[in-house]
């Protein structure tokens, strides 16, 4: 069993309920927010970097811009509907790699939707509140 940041059990949890009928992906997902527990230390998302800069460089050379647009997850933008805080959102994979990114020389490559998503993520639906456990249940 792996303890986050927070002292709380999240390797054995498969969906957690939160407020209003959220319900979230935990597990295994919630390691990759903690830097100690292996899931995605930032050796790993080092290697990103470079493979970032290694799609930037010729793209550019042939004067195409490169952009890299993270997929956050919603454990990330809708921490605000956790019961229980069991990860730390600063230490989001999307968060940890734009911050390498950011000392790149290709950080202009970096298309930062975080941040939008966060402050819009009151205004509209931007991602399901429930999860389906399968495609049946998804399309109906």
């Known amino acids: 069993m792996l303890h986050g940041r927070f002292g709380k059990a999240i390797y054995e949890r498969r969906r957690l309920r939160g407020q209003d009928g959220w319900l979230f992906l935990t597990g295994l997902l919630a390691t990759l927010y903690d830097r100690n527990a292996g899931g995605l230390p930032d050796a790993k998302l080092g290697e990103w970097v470079k493979l970032i800069e290694t799609r930037a460089k010729p793209l550019e050379r042939m004067g195409n811009q490169y952009v890299h647009m993270p997929g956050p997850e919603k454990l990330t933008i809708y921490d605000n509907k956790l019961r229980e805080q069991i990860v730390d959102r600063r230490l989001s994979p999307a968060l940890r790699l734009g911050e390498l990114v950011r000392h790149s020389p290709y950080a202009h490559v970096w298309l930062d939707i975080v941040q939008p998503l ?7 639906p931007l991602f ?6 399968g495609m049946r249940k998804a399309l109906s």
């Open 118 to 124: 966060r402050a819009a993520r009151d205004q509209r």
């Open 128 to 133: 399901r509140k429930r999860i389906h456990t």
